[in-house]
């Protein structure tokens, strides 16, 4: 596939450099701002991209570019992922895929409608560890507790606190923890244990934004919380409790690195220097995804959106 990219930030750099070793993807174009031209042009040369727009489009209107991919903020996914499918090119957009649940159905309904796929790209749901896992849960008897932990303070909280008020703290972004990291645990908790039967959100307000979060997700016999901090930091530690042993998850839920099981025989050696971790991932941390992409090449959100996709694109 040929690929046209719009985004010259971290994610799109990590994008950009994932798909150098899958050999079904050929990026032909790269779209940045005015701003970052100097920066768009330093990334073709990098990666042999002939061609660089500061405008989106003359991206979209590319007729070599077969699919876009949006490495972008928040708030601008739904208007420029609308865009590129009007345009007939397949789409591959960031998490989260868009601000509201009404954008994110429109987006849905309008690919199907032109048969085009358009992908919301969350790691955790293609790791060989989150399918591991899934199958390490039928070992462990029933299930008490879950905890699910992404906690890092954000470099643009201490601006925040100050009143300068950028997209990752606007409301009117997009922003907020809920949106940018619990997103990666509520999909690990769903890719778990499937849609809840309850969802309550308690978050912690400044400015009209959440900095901080606890959602609890409600499943017969068990809660599952999933925990997200762009305020604070704890350690990236997530947890799958039940009554004949603990699944560990050492690191967040978004990279699920590693993982070990413990029987509750074992609890008084629970500590990570004592287990195995152990690890079935393969490739950089978008690879699996991009390779799941070429095989199937299908919409991978739902029309009948759950009620935790309501509760999160609010």
């Not at 590319?62 to 996914?77: A, F, K, N, S």
């Not at 790209?121 to 008490?144: L, S, W």
């Amino acid at each position: 596939m040929k690929v046209g990219v719009i985004g010259t930030g971290n994610i799109a750099g990590m994008f950009i450099n994932t798909i150098q070793d899958i050999d079904d993807y050929q990026l032909v174009a790269l779209a940045s701002t005015l701003r970052s031209k100097e920066k768009g042009k330093k990334i073709c040369e990098k990666f042999n991209i002939s061609k660089l727009y500061t405008d989106n489009e003359s991206l979209f209107n590319d007729e070599e570019v077969e699919v876009i991919y949006l490495g972008i903020p928040t708030h601008l996914h739904y208007e420029l992922a609308k865009k590129a499918l009007n345009a007939n090119k397949h789409v591959i957009v960031e998490k989260p895929f868009a601000s509201n649940y009404k954008q994110v159905k429109e987006l849905i309904d309008l690919a199907k409608s032109k048969n085009l796929f358009i992908i919301e790209a969350v790691m955790n749901r293609y790791f060989n560890n989150t399918f591991k896992i899934k199958e390490e849960i039928k070992k462990i008897g029933n299930i008490k507790l879950a905890t699910f932990t992404y906690s890092q303070y954000s470099s643009r909280y201490d601006d925040f606190k100050k009143g300068n008020i950028l997209p990752t703290f606007d409301k009117n972004c997009a922003g907020g923890a809920l949106m940018d990291l619990n997103v990666y645990n509520i999909n690990f908790a769903l890719m778990m244990f499937g849609e809840p039967k309850g969802i309550h959100y308690y978050a912690n307000i400044e400015n009209e934004i959440d900095t901080s979060g606890i959602l609890v997700m409600e499943y017969d016999g068990f809660k599952c919380l999933c925990i997200a901090a762009k305020d604070s930091i704890a350690p990236l530690y997530s947890s799958i409790q039940a009554d004949e042993g603990t699944i560990v998850i050492p690191s967040t839920t978004s990279l699920v690195e590693s993982y070990y099981r413990v029987s509750v025989k074992e609890t008084s050696r629970l500590s990570d220097d004592n287990y195995e971790r152990l690890n079935y991932n393969e490739g950089f941390y978008m690879y699996p995804e991009l390779v799941d992409i070429i095989k199937t090449k299908k919409i991978r959100a739902k029309l009948d959106l759950t009620k935790w996709q309501i509760c999160l694109y609010k």
